[in-house]
């Protein structure tokens, strides 16, 4: 009986000491922690992308999997995506979104690898749209195209 109050005791100190500790710690021993890749922001890449950042995510997990990235952390409320490089190789990388004004999303790519901040950025450059193809001048003057007139006070007078 002794034994059962000391484990209740000691789970109820646990549940009750704050949830956020324990999951922190959970991911932590499981290998699923973002802490490090939180770290690596301050050398990230970033790029900005049309549309809202929950279609930007479907579209940023997407591509993430057709490269074959080994997703093992989805956070889509705090628009995080944590990754290994593939499941050979267990480079950390991740991907945090945050919508901006004019229905843009700015995507933050972080990993200790300039390697893999780099890979993933070109991976994900499919989400930009094209740049606009350089237009060459018209040889035909537009309606608007005017050809400048001589006032009346630049005149020539002959005399």
Do not use: W
């Not at 995506?81 to 267990?90: C, L, Q, R, V």
């Not at 893999?116 to 537009?142: C, D, G, Y």
Request: with cysteine; net charge negative; glycine share 10%.
């Amino acid at each position: 009986m002794r034994e059962i109050l000391i484990v209740l005791a000691v789970a109820g100190s646990v549940l009750f000491s704050g949830c956020a500790s324990v999951g922190g710690r959970m991911h932590g021993v499981l290998g699923t922690s973002i802490r490090d890749l939180e770290a690596s922001r301050v050398k990230s890449v970033q790029m900005v992308v049309p549309g809202d950042r929950d279609a930007v995510y479907t579209a940023v997990l997407a591509e993430l999997k057709k490269a074959g990235r080994y997703i093992y952390r989805r956070e889509r409320n705090e628009g995080a995506i944590a990754f290994y490089m593939s499941a050979e190789n267990t480079t950390v990388a991740g991907v945090f979104l945050r919508g901006l004004e004019g229905g843009k999303t700015e995507i933050e790519i972080a990993s200790p690898s300039s390697y893999a901040r780099n890979t993933v950025k070109e991976e994900l450059s499919a989400l930009l749209p094209p740049p606009e193809p350089e237009r060459e001048p018209s040889a035909v003057p537009e309606e608007n195209d005017t050809k400048p007139t001589v006032g009346a006070d630049e005149q020539e007078t002959s005399g």
